[in-house]
């Protein structure tokens, strides 16, 4: 069960013709393009500012930009309880929206201000100043704690602007997720490609002014959007979580009522304010959707050439040039389909968890039902690095070689893609079975409207603060 009374911004029953709905969930939409644009702009380019900048090694950039990643990802589920339980979802993403414009203006300051900047001259140096790296890597923290409680309660935020009790802003929502994926690839795209030219082309501290400026737009048309959202109480869903579990064992030994009436059931005036759930013959319990990640890199195509054409290739450079281009365009064709297909099945693989991980969780726990997948997702990375560690090993002690060359030519990467191949069939075959059993959540309708046409008698008073 769960807290699924709305209010306006005034603390009344929101109205459904000036709140909600589309006309919420667009300024919500153009905070999450911001922030994608923002987080992407920083993470592609990270290695190379660690190498080519803080003049580390390649060992441990790679060390320091993935524990970055990992506390990113992770961040997530301390978000998502916060928002749940204490500060609600509107201020959890208003106060982590500050938090991470707090990184970006540091990120700026830290390559802008010549006192903060690696170097005391404008040139390259042999070793930055100590007191860049602790501002640098404090700026990219505090936008990792920014990431956490912004990415669990925005996206469960724009979800609460449609009601489920309402058959056409049901259907909304369900386009809500797509639109929401569509805008985040966009500032991701953007983050990848434009942002990425700017530091290149211009400098790394014009690149931050541009992300400091657009957060800056962003949390303004968040702000002024407050009178077009319908707000959600906290509650904590820790705790009936635990006294469910504790029931359930100090009651372990008694015999279950054949009638199901019978049951415990909460007050009528907690009814009235919360979407139960219906009772089942069965446990159920919730899919678990795994998704295994590798990462994904291209590298210049060096392949060896068959021993019959090699004299041929050596006295002909054109033909060599020929060849050589040949293989890089059969190459390029084969990786370029390959990314697209994982690319397609990628997206309608997020947009169904997204919306399975909002929809299927108790009301109260929506916020950290997205932590959740988000954090399935940075979990997955850490495996994904596992599995290549683990593969290593075993194929060097096997066979006195390994699948990870120092290039493709010395690599295995063939056995490799496979081995994954055979993990997502086999993935796909429990996901099959589990789904085939799972039963969704099936919940009653409230004897209180969330949202209203319009106010009649008392039903504009206060019902949140």
Excluded at 32 to 41: D, K, T
Excluded at 91 to 105: A, K, N, Q, R
Excluded at 299 to 322: M, S
Aim: proline share 3%; net charge positive.
């Amino acid at each position: 069960m769960g807290y699924d009374s709305s209010y306006d911004h005034r603390g009344r029953t929101p109205l459904r013709a000036s709140t909600g709905a589309w006309k919420a969930s667009v300024f919500i939409i153009a905070i999450e393009f911001a922030e994608r644009l923002s987080y992407f702009g920083i993470a592609t380019s990270l290695i190379i500012y660690l190498t080519k900048v803080l003049h580390q090694d390649v060992k441990t950039s790679a060390k320091n930009a993935n524990q970055w990643i990992g506390v990113t990802t992770l961040m997530p589920l301390f978000g998502g309880v916060l928002a749940d339980a204490y500060l609600g979802r509107f201020y959890t993403v208003l106060l982590s929206s500050v938090i991470y414009l707090m990184g970006l203006i540091l990120l700026m300051m830290s390559r802008m201000i010549s006192s903060l900047k690696p170097c005391a001259s404008n040139g390259l140096c042999l070793e930055p100043r100590t007191i860049h790296k602790i501002v640098f890597f404090f700026a990219i923290y505090l936008i990792s704690v920014g990431t956490g409680g912004h990415k669990p309660s925005l996206e469960s935020f724009g979800a609460d602007q449609f009601d489920d009790d309402h058959s056409e802003e049901r259907k909304k929502k369900m386009s809500f997720f797509n639109l929401w994926s569509a805008a985040l690839c966009v500032g991701v795209l953007l983050g990848v490609t434009l942002i990425v030219y700017v530091q290149d082309q211009v400098g790394w501290g014009q690149a931050d002014i541009i992300l400091t400026m657009v957060m800056v737009s962003s949390i303004v048309i968040f702000i002024i959007g407050r009178p077009f959202y319908r707000y959600r109480k906290p509650g904590s869903p820790l705790k009936p979580m635990a006294q469910v579990c504790v029931a359930a064992f100090i009651k372990r030994h008694l015999p279950y009522p054949s009638n199901p009436n019978e049951l415990h059931e909460v007050s009528k005036s907690v009814k009235v304010q919360e979407r139960l759930l219906y009772h089942t013959e069965t446990f159920n319990r919730d899919n678990r959707r795994k998704r295994f990640e590798t990462a994904r890199s291209m590298e210049t195509i060096n392949r060896n050439k068959g021993g019959g054409n090699e004299a041929a290739i050596e006295h002909d450079p054109n033909l060599a040039n020929f060849t050589t281009i040949r293989h890089m365009h059969h190459e390029c064709v084969l990786v370029s389909t390959t990314v697209h297909n994982v690319g397609i099945a990628d997206g309608f693989t997020l947009v169904g968890l997204q919306e399975y991980f909002y929809d299927q969780v108790p009301d109260s726990m929506r916020s950290l039902g997205i932590a959740l997948y988000l954090s399935v997702i940075g979990a997955a990375n850490f495996l994904s690095s596992f599995l290549i560690t683990i593969v290593d090993h075993t194929t060097t002690k096997v066979s006195g070689k390994s699948w990870f060359g120092k290039d493709l030519n010395s690599s295995c990467l063939d056995h490799f893609y496979l081995l994954l191949a055979v993990i997502t069939a086999l993935n796909l075959c429990v996901y099959v079975l589990v789904t085939s059993r799972y039963s969704y959540k099936n919940v009653q309708r409230k004897a209180q409207v969330a949202v209203t046409d319009c106010y009649q008698g008392d039903q504009g008073h206060e019902i949140g603060a």
